[in-house]
């Protein structure tokens, strides 16, 4: 298993033969609005083309439909005979981009050999998970490649400690920048990632969604000294650069 972090959540995997985009957010630098007032967003430029982001992918998956994961910019870009994976309710507005080839993720689909197996996720707790509105993890496996468990724009409450519990993946990926909407945490911040890096030991945690909107809390500095005062190895949570390519499972 190859991964890409391009910026923010967006993801390309190459798994199992197959190359997959997660939740396309390819805006310039500062081209769209600011959630605190601290600075437009996204913070940061992405470290590629998109042309060379776009190569070769097969599938997209998206979590869902705010700004950060999926922009207009995506929209534009992306070819519209490209199949979408999306949480149920979503697959509507993304048709109406032109987008021919949309499935909601229900429950468990194979694609082209990949198993995807939806998962809960919580944009927060309390009154704010109205405003966010739902999100969705994924599960995500294939013959000879690691198990993978990407929990999305959710907190750590039950439903996330109960699948990394049940499934015990080999990789798990989590949103980490502590990202925060009127005082309320809204993704994971350091101290709950850490605390996903104790609960599955065996896993490597990636830890993305760092350094590019101007409501997030942690950066990538805060992340591994949290991680270092925890007595977390290097090996066991991997904060990789916005361009970074990395390989996992062999």
Request: proline content about 8%; glycine content about 8%; hydrophobic content about 45%.
């Given at each position: 298993?190859?991964?890409?972090?391009?910026?923010?959540?967006?993801?390309?995997?190459?798994?199992?033969?197959?190359?997959?985009?997660?939740?396309?957010?390819?805006?310039?630098?500062?081209s769209?609005?600011?959630?605190?007032g601290?600075?437009?967003?996204?913070?940061?430029?992405?470290?590629?083309?998109?042309?060379?982001?776009?190569?070769?992918?097969?599938?997209?998956v998206?979590?869902?439909?705010?700004?950060?994961?999926?922009?207009?910019v995506?929209?534009?870009?992306?070819?519209?005979?490209?199949?979408?994976?999306?949480?149920?309710?979503?697959?509507?507005?993304?048709r109406?981009?032109?987008?021919?080839?949309?499935?909601?993720?229900?429950?468990?689909?194979?694609?082209?050999?990949?198993?995807?197996?939806?998962?809960?996720?919580s944009?927060?707790?309390?009154p704010?998970?109205?405003?966010?509105?739902?999100?969705?993890g994924?599960?995500?496996?294939?013959?000879?490649?690691?198990?993978?468990?990407?929990?999305?724009?959710t907190?750590l409450?039950?439903p996330?400690?109960?699948?990394?519990?049940?499934?015990?993946?080999?990789?798990?990926?989590?949103?980490?920048?502590?990202?925060?909407?009127?005082?309320?945490?809204?993704?994971?911040?350091?101290?709950?990632?850490?605390?996903?890096?104790?609960?599955?030991?065996?896993?490597?945690?990636?830890?993305?969604?760092m350094?590019a909107?101007?409501?997030?809390?942690?950066?990538?500095?805060?992340?591994?000294a949290?991680?270092?005062?925890?007595?977390?190895?290097?090996?066991r949570?991997?904060?990789?650069?916005?361009?970074?390519?990395?390989?996992?499972?062999?």
């Amino acid at each position: 298993m190859k991964c890409q972090l391009i910026r923010n959540a967006t993801l390309k995997l190459w798994y199992a033969g197959r190359t997959v985009l997660i939740d396309p957010y390819l805006a310039d630098r500062h081209s769209l609005p600011s959630f605190t007032g601290r600075s437009p967003n996204p913070m940061t430029e992405l470290p590629v083309t998109i042309d060379a982001i776009l190569e070769g992918v097969e599938l997209v998956v998206v979590s869902h439909l705010h700004t950060d994961h999926f922009d207009g910019v995506a929209k534009a870009r992306l070819p519209k005979h490209l199949p979408i994976l999306c949480q149920p309710g979503d697959e509507q507005k993304i048709r109406e981009s032109g987008f021919t080839d949309v499935t909601p993720l229900s429950d468990v689909m194979t694609w082209q050999g990949l198993t995807f197996t939806r998962r809960a996720g919580s944009h927060g707790l309390g009154p704010v998970v109205d405003l966010m509105g739902p999100v969705m993890g994924f599960s995500l496996t294939a013959p000879g490649e690691p198990s993978v468990y990407w929990s999305g724009d959710t907190v750590l409450y039950p439903p996330v400690a109960e699948t990394i519990a049940a499934t015990k993946p080999d990789v798990i990926f989590t949103h980490s920048c502590g990202a925060r909407w009127d005082g309320d945490l809204i993704v994971m911040d350091a101290a709950e990632t850490v605390a996903v890096c104790q609960s599955a030991p065996a896993a490597t945690v990636v830890a993305v969604h760092m350094e590019a909107l101007d409501h997030a809390t942690v950066s990538r500095a805060d992340l591994r000294a949290a991680a270092e005062a925890a007595g977390l190895a290097p090996t066991r949570l991997l904060i990789p650069a916005d361009g970074e390519v990395f390989t996992l499972g062999g």
